[in-house]
């Protein structure tokens, strides 16, 4: 076994290099074509040589790789300057993310709901571990619960634990429910919410959710960046692979001119409905904001955290999902940055830089 011992660590280290290369050419490829996307609808924005000469030098003497150039190229471009102090996404996902313990400490849509007040959460039920049980964590029987569920709303949404990214997500109807709940091993069962008409008239089909990202730094909680997401037509839910992307002021919650198709490209109206961005203001987005920074305050575990959340019909706010480990800020860094004030983020690198290269292991 002692002479296996070195093999293993060998292969160990191998195998860790190898995903982290893996890794940044992932983050590098997707970079690469937002930048493009960016530079192709505006060529001004595109950077000079020297400019990205720069940014190559500053990735590496702020974050200590030339690899964390890409993202902040993307920021730039987008920008129409460099700014320095934004986060690149792939570096935020190795360190800062796992530093927090938010990889470690992953917030599950089955167990939100006991650390938080129930009432902003559109939840009816839970899946745990093929069970089915209500609000109260009882457990209850399908088919009574279907029959009363669907008296009142007439499709119910089923969201996986590990839901990302829109996948995982399924609109059941009384036809399909008992199949999906079957084949379900942990989820959260929710009904359906009329959004404001401000916002639904932008996406009729899918509901427009707005992502609010929240920091809690020794108890004190402050909002970053938000982001209206909005559906294509046809589209039962929104889904980040097809998502548009509109940046929020956070003071005026009025949204931002121009915002962005999933790939990056830059729109200033919805390609489905035609309804332009500009001078268009997120229904109560103060008591949203209220809302969120208040629950991340009870939740001081999580530095970051990126609350979904829904303006009804009503005025209301309700909270779809919370989102820890790695947040999804580069859109935020765009449009907002640099979002974090958090002193000696970029250094993380320097604190246990074998570790983060390591396999996620959670």
């Not at 093999?7 to 290099?17: D, E, G, N, S």
């Not at 470690?104 to 902003?120: E, G, H």
């Not at 949204?255 to 409905?273: E, K, Q, V």
């Amino acid at each position: 076994m002692r002479v296996l011992t070195p093999i293993f660590r060998t292969f160990a280290k191998y195998h860790a290099r190898s995903t982290a290369r893996h890794y940044d050419r992932d983050h590098a490829l997707e970079a690469a074509e937002a930048y493009q996307r960016i530079v192709h609808a505006a060529p001004d924005h595109a950077l000079s040589p020297a400019t990205r000469r720069d940014i190559r030098k500053h990735a590496k003497k702020r974050f200590g790789g030339a690899e964390y150039a890409p993202w902040l190229e993307v920021y730039a471009a987008w920008q129409g300057r460099f700014v320095p102090g934004c986060i690149p996404d792939n570096y935020f996902g190795r360190y800062i993310a796992r530093a927090f313990g938010n990889t470690l400490i992953k917030a599950k849509n089955t167990t939100v709901p006991l650390l938080l007040p129930r009432s902003p959460f559109p939840d009816l039920a839970y899946v745990i571990r093929g069970t089915l049980f209500d609000r109260d964590f009882r457990p209850i029987e399908p088919k009574p619960f279907a029959r009363k569920a669907f008296e009142a709303y007439p499709y119910l949404y089923v969201k996986a634990q590990d839901s990302l990214r829109g996948h995982g997500v399924q609109r059941a109807t009384p036809e399909t429910l008992s199949e999906i709940l079957s084949a379900t091993e942990n989820a959260c069962v929710q009904y359906p919410v009329t959004p404001h008409s401000e916002l639904s008239r932008l996406s009729p089909d899918a509901v427009p959710t707005l992502r609010i990202t929240t920091t809690n730094v020794g108890g004190h909680v402050r909002p970053v960046g938000a982001t209206l997401r909005l559906g294509q037509m046809g589209e039962t839910h929104v889904q980040s692979q097809s998502a548009m992307r509109i940046s929020v002021d956070l003071g005026s919650g009025q949204l931002f001119a121009t915002g962005a198709l999933a790939n990056w490209t830059p729109i200033r109206s919805h390609p489905d409905t035609g309804h332009v961005f500009s001078h268009i203001t997120i229904p109560n987005f103060h008591g949203a904001r209220r809302l969120v920074v208040e629950l991340h305050g009870r939740l001081p575990h999580f530095f970051v955290l990126g609350w979904d959340v829904v303006v009804t019909d009503r005025g209301d706010i309700k909270v779809f999902e919370v989102n820890s480990g790695h947040t999804d800020i580069k859109f935020h860094e765009a449009n907002h940055g640099p979002i974090f004030d958090t002193p000696r983020l970029d250094r993380m690198h320097v604190k246990g830089a074998i570790a983060a290269h390591l396999p996620d292991r959670f």
